[in-house]
């Protein structure tokens, strides 16, 4: 069975940082993209980027370019997503996503972060 | 960035009915589209991909039809289980892929 399985919630405070991640299992891992989705509270689906497992390229959506990093160990089929400095506004449930073509499938079960004083 | 517009944005069915959702592309996406279901609580899962391609395990009462700039997802006969959220999403710009702002399925 494919699955991707992400870690658990987090709560942090603004100004320190993260990292989250998605262990992919019961496929290549090194043969298909890792997408990233945010999904803040009450609020639609948000695009993040995108990482190629077997080489590291990664991309991102402008609106997030710059604010978080992408990364990928092959070695242990896992993905990652990183915040150097949180944000109140970075509270949200983030997916990541296999991409099989472009559409992605199937989805980790999701790691809500939580960025409170 | 294509532009992804999804109508109604709420929607009313009783069960047992048929339901019609829309989704509209700011420019052409060819047939590069897929739909996804997302429940209460729960990770969004894909339904159809290619426009008009059931994904693995998902039941004939959903079909998708369309290309180029419109495009629509009907359910042929509401089910209980079926009462959810509903997403469009692009990925002709590889680049940037971009989702509407989803439809919810309501109960009447």
Excluded at chain 1, 55 to 65: E, G, R, V
Excluded at chain 2, 47 to 69: K, V
Aim: net charge positive.
């Amino acid at each position: 069975e494919v699955q991707l399985v992400q870690s658990g919630a987090e709560v942090k405070k603004p100004g320190e940082s993260l990292r989250i991640s998605c262990k992919g299992s019961g496929y290549s891992f090194t043969s298909y993209w890792i997408s990233w989705v945010r999904q803040m509270p009450g609020k639609g689906l948000e695009w993040m980027g995108r990482i190629d497992p077997s080489d590291s390229y990664t991309n991102y959506s402008p609106s997030f370019q710059g604010h978080v990093t992408i990364s990928a160990d092959k070695s242990i089929s896992t993905a990652y997503l990183q915040w150097s400095s949180l944000k109140a506004s970075d509270t949200a449930m983030y997916y990541c996503a296999r991409q099989v073509g472009a559409a992605l499938d199937p989805w980790g079960q999701g790691t809500l972060v939580t960025v409170s004083s | 960035e294509i532009v992804m517009t999804q109508s109604p944005a709420t929607l009313s069915v009783s069960p047992g009915e048929r339901a019609t959702l829309s989704c509209r592309a700011s420019q052409s996406v060819s047939s590069n589209l897929a739909w996804y279901q997302q429940k209460p609580g729960q990770a969004p899962r894909l339904l159809i991909y290619g426009a008009s391609t059931r994904a693995t395990g998902i039941p004939a009462r959903f079909s998708g039809s369309g290309s180029g700039t419109e495009f629509t997802l009907t359910i042929s006969s509401l089910q209980s289980e079926d009462f959810a959220v509903y997403y469009c999403q692009q990925y002709n710009n590889w680049l940037l892929l971009t989702f509407g702002g989803g439809t919810k399925v309501e109960i009447k």
